[in-house]
């Protein structure tokens, strides 16, 4: 069941806050043997999944990039490569990727990570005039205007997903 809860206890809702972001926050019984973290948002909060984005880490000629993508489809590797100006892209491991951005693999948020990252945002975002991202940890996602959502990463914006 979805539920708006309060928008504070993690690095992202704290960094928007701080910044003056406007975000709502929402709650839902994450279930652990969910097959996939972003559908499951999507559904419990009965939404379209084309504004749930998932948060995935890439290894870009060895470097850590950030790339958000609807929970419907996949990463492009070779777009978020040419987004980046790099060569070569391949999905990072796990572990990297929990140590970099100081959440868990499903509820990685784009915001208020360890260490900046290079961040792409996928271009379909911004046809929504909200989005839902990771809160930064399973069960919750900030919904917030997609021009904020770059904002607040510094993030590119490009055709990443297919």
């Known amino acids: 069941m979805a539920r708006k809860g309060p928008a504070g206890g993690t690095p ?12 709502t926050v929402h709650t839902y019984d994450h ?6 973290y972003g559908l499951e948002a999507a559904e419990a909060m009965g939404i379209d999944p084309g504004r749930v984005f998932k948060t995935l880490l890439a290894s870009v000629d060895r470097r850590l990039v950030v790339a958000v993508v609807p ?8 777009a978020v490569a040419a987004a980046v100006g790099g060569k070569k892209a391949v999905m990072a491991d796990p572990a990297d990727a929990e140590r970099a951005t100081g959440y868990v693999v499903g509820g990685i948020s ?42 607040a990463t510094g993030a590119t914006v490009a055709g990443i997903g297919r």
Do not use: C, N, W
Request: charged share 20%.
């Open 12 to 23: 992202a809702t704290v960094a928007l806050t701080r910044a003056g972001i406007e975000h």
């Open 31 to 36: 279930d652990p043997g969910a097959a996939s």
């Open 110 to 151: 784009p915001i208020g990570q360890k260490r900046p990252l290079p961040t792409v945002v996928d271009e379909t975002a911004l046809g929504h005039d909200t989005v839902f991202v990771s809160g930064g940890r399973r069960g919750m996602e900030i919904e917030l205007a997609p021009v904020d959502l770059v904002g």
């Open 71 to 78: 929970v419907s489809g996949q990463l492009d590797l070779k």
